[in-house]
T-cell receptor, first 111, second 117 residues
Framework: RKEVEQDPGPFNVPEGATVAFNCTYS??????FFWYRQDCRKEPKLLMS???SGNEDGRFTAQLNRASQYISLLIRDSKLSDSATYLC????????????FGAGTRLFVKA | EPEVTQTPSHQVTQMGQEVILRCVPI?????FYWYRQILGQKVEFLVS????????KSEIFDDQFSVERPDGSNFTLKIRSTKLEDSAMYFC???????????????FGPGTRLTVL
């Protein structure tokens, strides 16, 4: 089983749509969780951290369910500029600090 | 806004040559990381570094690789004898102290594209 698994995508949605991405992780030593976005051939950029209580940043809402080892990202009112690859990222403290990226879910928002 | 910087942006080298990729992390950060991303594939963890020593490394980070923080500001990744399959984008990242609101939030540099011929 992959350590961090995401919907493979791609997701093709019209502007204004709501889209949800899912992610599961396998290692219970996982401690902190993030969503990053990556534009083509660019570095990952932090979108938001994910807390157990759920958190919202404008049109973006992230949820974490530690019992199910599941993370989600909801994007409301999609914009053309949201087109990117969304990366689920898990940090583990296994005595050292290790970070595992999911393979990413590609989102295309069309006019 | 402080940012992570990396040099060079693109490095072309011959197979078997040594390369050093350079990074300047955000100045008050204490944790440093290297990742690689082969074209079309996912971002892969190579190594984390804290308190002047390797904290964790992946299976990819074999004896050909080494990291160093030579002068308190730069953080380098050395590949001793490059192979064709080392061609990838290499990203450096840094994160702040454990007392940050969300520890280990990593900020990435723009990457160095390494091409091995």
């Amino acid at each position: 089983r992959k350590e961090v698994e995401q919907d493979p995508g791609p997701f093709n949605v019209p502007e204004g749509a709501t889209v949800a991405f899912n992610c599961t992780y396998s290692n219970s030593a996982s401690q902190s969780f993030f969503w990053y976005r990556q534009d083509c051939r660019k570095e990952p950029k932090l979108l938001m951290s994910v807390y157990s209580s759920g958190n919202e940043d404008g049109r973006f809402t992230a949820q974490l369910n530690r019992a199910s080892q599941y993370i989600s990202l909801l994007i409301r009112d999609s914009k053309l500029s949201d087109s990117a690859t969304y990366l689920c990222v898990v940090n583990m403290d296994t005595g050292g600090f290790k970070t595992i990226f999911g393979a990413g879910t590609r989102l295309f928002v069309k006019a | 806004e402080p940012e992570v910087t990396q040099t060079p942006s693109h490095q072309v080298t011959q197979m078997g040559q040594e390369v050093i990729l350079r990074c300047v992390p955000i100045s008050n950060h204490l944790y440093f990381y290297w990742y690689r991303q082969i074209l079309g594939q996912k971002v892969e963890f190579l190594v984390s570094f804290y308190n002047n020593e390797i904290s964790e490394k992946s299976e990819i980070f074999d004896d050909q690789f080494s990291v160093e923080r030579p002068d308190g500001s730069n953080f380098t990744l050395k590949i001793r004898s490059t192979k064709l399959e080392d061609s990838a984008m290499y990203f450096c990242a840094s994160s702040a102290r454990l007392t940050s609101p969300v520890p280990y939030t990593q900020y990435f540099g723009p990457g160095t594209r390494l091409t091995v011929l």
